[in-house]
């Protein structure tokens, strides 16, 4: 790149960090009603510039331009075809679904469209970070702490009784049909680029500190009266431990790159496998699920799974050599001399 093109390209980047910090500061701030369409706006505003910012490096200032509109600059829509080139990319329709949404919500967007898009922001977020990375180096947590990425909720499920009392038949219709397509992508995809499934999990515990909420729990043959009774426990594996041991892998190296940590050589499969031998994570269903159907067992492990191999990273860059040399050790696995060498101790 020239001197021209240089400072263009820094320009890009700069207002594309400040376009995402925008998006999720709004975003993040319960008491703000414009939410929705703030984060759809700013991000893909954030997207934008960082891809044009890709082009203007990878092709010349010329690649911003439309070739038959004299000084204009090409659309996002434009920007997402020539960089992801594959229509059918999880991260391609994750811009595609909310750059449809920041089209529209210059009309009208009710709050309760939160709780329908906040899985594909979630995962616009994510993949933000890692390609702004992947395509500038550049590691934005660096700027902003790397927790603030994760997005607050402070909507309610849907409730459609109270949507269709709330507003006119058009909007109730429209909320509905959005709410049907956005859910039908999500299951079709089954994609972390294009959702990330946000929960809260909330633990009992044995506890005297006043700032931890309290109650009593009551059996199924007192009457609760105001405390609190467990009615049933449901558990969708596929939601609580969805990544198998090459997916798993795949998230693992996705956590790393977006908290700018590298590791030589790449992590691989062995040391996955190694890893959730060492800390018995098959034995703990926090980490791993066990289907015992058919022949032999299957394994599927949950996102706490990834955290705790990112977060032992953290602590320790060598862990996963130091792990297969306690493994070896531990089973007797020792160096076989080569035939033929000397024995160093004559």
Known sequence: MN???KNVYFQLLEKSQEAFVVAVELYNKPTIKYRVEGFAFFVCNAWELMLKAKLLKDKGMNSLFYKDKEGRTISFEKCLQLVFTNEKDPLRKNLERILELRNCSTHFVTQEYEMIYVTLFQACAFNFVEKLFEFHGINITERIPSHFINLSI???PIDLDEIKSKYSVAVF???VKTNALVSQSIQEEGNN?????IKQDLQLVKSKDPSIPGFRLVGGSEKPDGNVMIVNKYKNVNETHPLNRSKLLEMVRRLLQRNGITIEPEINKSNIQDFIAYFNLKDDDKYCYTNTIGQKPSYSYSMSAAELIVSEVQKDNDIFKRIH???RLRDGKTKK????AKDPRS
């Open 337 to 340: 001399p080569t035939p033929g």
């Open 154 to 156: 402070s909507q309610s």
């Open 173 to 175: 219709n429209r909320l």
């Open 3 to 5: 001197t021209e093109e």
């Open 193 to 197: 680029r294009f959702s990330i499934c």
């Open 325 to 327: 040399e306690k493994m």
